[in-house]
Nanobody
Framework: QVQLVESGGGLVEPGGSPRLSCVGS????????MGWYRQAPGKQRELVAAITRIDSKKYTDSVKGRFAISRGRAKNTVYLQMNSLKPEDTAVYYC?????????????????WGQGTQVTVSS
């Protein structure tokens, strides 16, 4: 059974730098492209960052220079380092495994989802 489990969310002050983790079952992380999405209240879920199987990384414009996606040494983990958080970054963040054949940001398509972790940016 495919599983993706996120952790690392919570209440963060503006300017904070939490790191989200996503642990996958079996070889799902090492065998797939990975993506982090977020969904704010009343808004559609949006792709925030994606990483190909060969570690090419893409970001949505609003987080470029602040967020960083990476794979862990253990090969079953993917991270989202978030820096300089703003209140508008408040959302439920979801890990996904999927396809990213051409490496263009809009090319990523999710196949599997985690359950999500809430990130609230507030003082």
């Amino acid at each position: 059974q495919v599983q993706l489990v996120e952790s690392g969310g919570g209440l963060v002050e503006p300017g904070g730098s939490p790191r989200l983790s996503c642990v996958g079952s079996g070889s799902i992380v090492s065998n797939n492209a990975m993506g982090w999405y977020r969904q704010a209240p009343g808004k559609q879920r949006e792709l925030v960052a994606a990483i190909t199987r060969i570690d090419s990384k893409k970001y949505t414009d609003s987080v470029k220079g602040r967020f960083a996606i990476s794979r862990g040494r253990a090969k079953n983990t993917v991270y989202l380092q978030m820096n300089s958080l703003k209140p508008e970054d408040t959302a439920v963040y979801y890990c996904s495994a999927g396809n990213f054949p051409l490496g263009y940001f809009s090319d990523y398509s999710p196949l599997y989802w985690g359950q999500g972790t809430q990130v609230t940016v507030s003082s």
